[in-house]
């Protein structure tokens, strides 16, 4: 079994803050959260005015956390008491993996370890459907070592999709240019969004989220 689909606890301060504040909040009663964002940065720092243009009114709940690995996503569900019995969402989103593909990880082995958060959710919440987003594009073009790493893992996960309860969707494109390229006004540093780079994200998931939380 790879790194990448086992559970890790995190040498990272920040990481292990932040895990601690989640893990507090899911000790309370969570059965508010009608849906519930996991992930790393580009999760945990969601520009806030778009967050609540979306989600805010509508039990969204943000549990990502900055630099976390899937593997520490899988250590935060497994072992950090992060999905609670309380937690019966409609709706679970999972956009993770590209702090992985920053290491240079087999995309097989986070594929794997993407899938396997995919089968633990599934075990903990049956009646909870999940969307998994593809790993958004990094890097200037296409031929940024990142992104191309990132496009093979998503054409992997894509497979866990079954449309029934798991469901996979690319937004990536939404954030590029018709020649491909990753603006510096979309994400600043070429891996974390905007201000405009999140109004676009959320605008493009809105169609699948709006109609998951409607079945």
């Known amino acids: 079994m790879p790194r990448e689909a086992r559970p890790e606890y995190m040498d990272e301060a920040y990481w292990r803050a932040r ?3 989640l893990s507090r ?13 996991f992930g790393d940065s580009i999760v945990h ?27 520490g996503l899988l250590w935060r569900l497994r072992q950090g008491g992060q999905w609670p019995d309380s937690l019966r969402p ?4 999972i956009m993770i993996g590209t702090n992985n593909s920053t290491y240079a990880a087999p995309p097989a082995d986070t594929a794997l370890g993407i899938a396997e958060i995919v089968r633990l959710i599934r075990q903990r919440a049956p009646a909870t459907r999940i969307l ?20 093979r ?9 079954d449309n029934r309860w798991v469901f996979y969707t690319d937004v990536g494109p939404a954030l590029l240019d018709r020649q491909g ?26 169609p699948v989220l709006g109609g998951l939380l409607a079945r």
């Not at 409609?90 to 989103?93: G, I, Q, R, S, Y």
């Not at 990753?182 to 959320?202: C, K, Q």
Request: hydrophobic letters at 45%; proline letters at 5%.
């Open 19 to 21: 895990v601690v504040e």
């Open 25 to 37: 909040i899911a000790g309370r009663d969570m059965s508010y959260a009608d849906m519930i964002f």
């Open 45 to 71: 720092g969601w520009h806030l005015p778009v967050w609540e243009q979306y989600y805010g009114r509508r039990g969204g709940v943000n549990f990502g956390v900055g630099g976390d690995f899937v593997q």
């Open 90 to 93: 409609k709706l679970a989103v």
């Open 132 to 151: 998994l987003v593809g790993i958004l594009p990094r890097g200037l073009d296409a031929s940024d070592p990142g992104r191309r790493l990132n496009q």
């Open 153 to 161: 893992v998503n054409e992997l996960i894509m497979r866990c999709a």
């Open 181 to 206: 390229h990753l603006s510096p006004r979309i994400a600043a540093d070429g891996v974390h969004p905007t201000a405009e780079g999140y109004s676009r994200l959320a605008a493009a998931l809105e």
